[in-house]
């Protein structure tokens, strides 16, 4: 089926087996225009736009996700059912539940616990967490090693609602579901995985902390997320 209905590719070859998914369409192209060689650009239906090129030899393709498990699970899916991706690895930011995460540290999420519906309406399973891809999970600790760069495995919660009308819910969340950190699209993600017997992994790093109140600015963000990219970026 192509075009799918989000991503107008006919050519599927150009789109690599390994997708790198920011949430953020202009991410996906800062990752382009600074690591990938022999670029070209893939065309989505709602301008998510993705560019598929070479970092050490080694194709990839790297498309924004949108916000929220509607928006991954639509372009995710299409990825894996349509396009023959084998593996998608998300690299997003997240707010810390706990004063153990400071900023700018990077979370390999090894599972998400969400109270969204998404995997059992998809009729994948009724449980409320999954796990990300054992396989890749270990590629990416063996990048971040090489890289330097601590990471923080762990469980997190993907969340349906950014704005919750109780500030202080998230407390609740991370001492009954120990998650240590929020986001809005591994769950869903991990549930396409597991659906389509494909493998996911996500990386995030902390943009804000609900327990500090503390934020980054945007341009300290970029900075942070390149490290990030890299460690995904040297596990394919
Ligand atoms: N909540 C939900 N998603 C997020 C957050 C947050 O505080 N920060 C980054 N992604």
Not at 34 to 44: A, G, H, K, S
Not at 130 to 154: C, D, F, M, W, Y
Not at 200 to 227: G, N, P, Y
Request: glycine content about 6%; aromatic content about 10%.
């Amino acid at each position: 089926m192509y075009p799918t209905p989000h991503i107008d590719q006919e050519n599927k070859d150009l789109i690599a087996k390994t997708v790198l998914m920011p949430g953020d369409p202009l991410r996906a192209k800062y990752i382009a225009d600074t690591f990938l060689t022999d670029v070209v650009q893939i065309n989505t239906v709602r301008n998510m736009f993705g560019y598929t090129g070479y970092f050490n030899k080694k194709k990839v393709t790297v498309m924004g996700s949108g916000m929220g498990m509607p928006s991954i699970g639509i372009y995710s899916y299409e990825l894996f059912r349509f396009y023959d991706v084998e593996k998608i690895i998300r690299i997003g930011s997240c707010g810390a539940y706990t004063d153990d995460l400071k900023l700018y540290d990077v979370i390999l999420v090894e599972k998400a616990y969400s109270e969204s519906s998404y995997a059992k309406t998809m009729g994948v399973t009724s449980r409320k967490y999954l796990s990300a891809s054992k396989s890749l999970n270990q590629r990416i600790t063996r990048a971040a090693e090489k890289l330097g760069t601590p990471l923080h495995v762990t469980t997190i919660h993907s969340s349906d609602v950014f704005y919750r009308l109780n500030p202080n819910e998230f407390k609740d969340i991370h001492k009954t579901y120990g998650a240590d950190a929020v986001e809005m699209e591994s769950f869903a993600l991990f549930a396409n995985a597991k659906a389509l017997n494909k493998k996911a992994a996500c990386l995030l790093t902390v943009s804000d902390s609900l327990v500090t109140h503390e934020a980054t600015t945007s341009q300290e963000r970029q900075e942070a997320f390149t490290k990030m990219m890299e460690v995904a970026l040297h596990s394919l």
